[in-house]
C-alpha cells in the first residue's frame, strides 16, 4: 500500500491528513505500507509525537514500513530529532539545541518522561519566567497529560512525544499522543455521559472535571496550561477520536474530523517572546498588590 502525505503543519488539515493515514492504513496487516513524503514540503517536528504512533501502530501488525521521498530539509529535520533513526537514517548531531527530541515510553516509564520533561522542556533557557510555584503547578500538568494517557487511555502501546524550539518564529512547540481509547471512550465508560468526539474534549478541559474516583487529583493540568497559554499568547490543540480542539487569543474552537484519530494527541505551542513573569495567584504577597 501507498500513501502519499502532504505537508504537515499545526492545523486541522494536517491532523485530518494523519487520521486519514491511520483510516487507510488500519487493516493493513504483513503488508509493506509506503508512505511518500515527496509532497511533504514542510513538517513541524512534534508532530513526530502523533505520526510516530501511527506508524508504531502499522508496526505492531507486522507491517513493514518505509519513507520514501524525505525532501532534504524535512530529512534534516527528522534526523536531528531522531525520529528517522527508527527508519533506517542516522541521527544527525542537533548543534544548536533546538530539538525536543522524539521519544516513545511505555507505561511504566513515567520516571523517565518526568526527566525527559525536566532537561529537554522545563529548564530550556528560552521558557517563560515562572515563579516557583507556577514552575511547579506547570511540571504538574506536563506529566498529567503522561498520567492520564496511562490510566484513561489504556494504552498498551505507549506515549509518543516530540518537540522543537523555532529562534525565528520565537516558539517552543511541544506535543504528546498516545494510542488509547480516547477522551470520549474514557468519559462514556467512567462517567456514562455520551458526549460528541468534540464536546468530550471540552468537557476534559473545564474546570475540575475528572473521570478519576477516590481521593486522587485529576482535571486541572489542561485547565492551567489554557490559562496559561492565554496570558503567553501561545496555543494548545487537541485530538482526540474525531474531535478537534483549538485554544488561542483566549477563543476556542471545535471542529469534527473526517475520520477518527486513534487514541488522542496534545499539543501546546509557547510563545517564547513572552517577557512577562508569570505566578500564581496564592503567591503574590500583599504589598504587591499596592
Not at 8 to 13: A, C, E, L, V, Y
Not at 162 to 185: K, M, S, Y
Not at 231 to 258: F, M, P
Request: proline share 3%.
Amino acid at each position: 500500500m501507498r500513501f502519499a502525505l502532504p505537508a504537515i503543519r499545526h492545523d486541522q488539515t494536517s491532523f485530518e491528513a494523519l487520521a486519514r493515514l491511520h483510516a487507510q492504513t488500519k487493516k493493513c496487516w504483513f503488508d509493506d505500507v509506503e508512505i511518500d513524503m515527496g509532497a511533504t514540503t514542510w513538517f513541524e517536528a512534534d508532530m513526530c509525537a502523533a505520526f510516530g504512533a501511527i506508524l508504531y501502530s502499522l508496526g505492531k501488525n507486522l507491517n513493514t514500513v518505509a519513507l520514501t521521498n524525505i525532501p532534504p530539509k524535512v530529512g534534516d529535520i527528522l534526523s536531528r530529532n531522531g525520529f528517522l533513526s527508527h527508519y533506517g537514517r542516522v541521527r544527525i548531531s542537533d548543534r544548536w539545541r533546538t530539538t525536543i527530541s522524539y521519544q516513545r515510553f511505555d507505561v511504566k516509564d513515567d520516571r523517565y518522561f518526568s526527566s525527559y520533561i525536566e532537561d529537554e522542556l522545563i529548564h530550556r533557557s528560552e521558557m517563560p519566567e515562572m515563579s516557583p510555584g507556577l514552575l511547579k503547578k506547570f511540571r504538574e500538568s506536563i506529566f498529567e497529560i503522561f498520567s492520564n494517557a496511562v490510566w484513561h487511555s489504556r494504552t498498551e502501546m505507549g506515549i509518543f512525544s516530540c518537540g522543537q524550539f523555532f529562534p525565528t518564529r520565537n516558539r517552543i512547540e511541544f506535543t504528546v499522543a498516545d494510542l488509547g481509547v480516547g477522551i470520549r471512550q474514557n468519559i462514556r465508560d467512567h462517567i456514562g455521559l455520551d458526549l460528541s468526539p468534540e464536546e468530550a474534549i471540552v468537557w476534559a478541559t473545564t474546570g475540575n472535571s475528572t473521570t478519576k474516583r477516590g481521593n486522587v487529583p485529576g482535571g486541572l493540568g489542561l485547565k492551567l496550561l489554557g490559562e496559561f497559554i492565554d496570558l503567553n499568547n501561545g496555543c494548545l490543540q487537541i485530538v482526540s477520536d474525531a474531535g478537534y480542539w483549538h485554544r488561542e487569543n483566549k477563543g476556542i474552537c471545535t471542529v469534527r474530523l473526517s475520520h477518527p484519530f486513534p487514541g488522542t494527541v496534545i499539543n501546546i505551542e509557547i510563545n517564547t517572546a513572552d517577557t512577562n513573569s508569570y505566578s500564581l495567584t496564592s503567591e503574590l504577597n500583599a504589598e504587591d498588590i499596592f
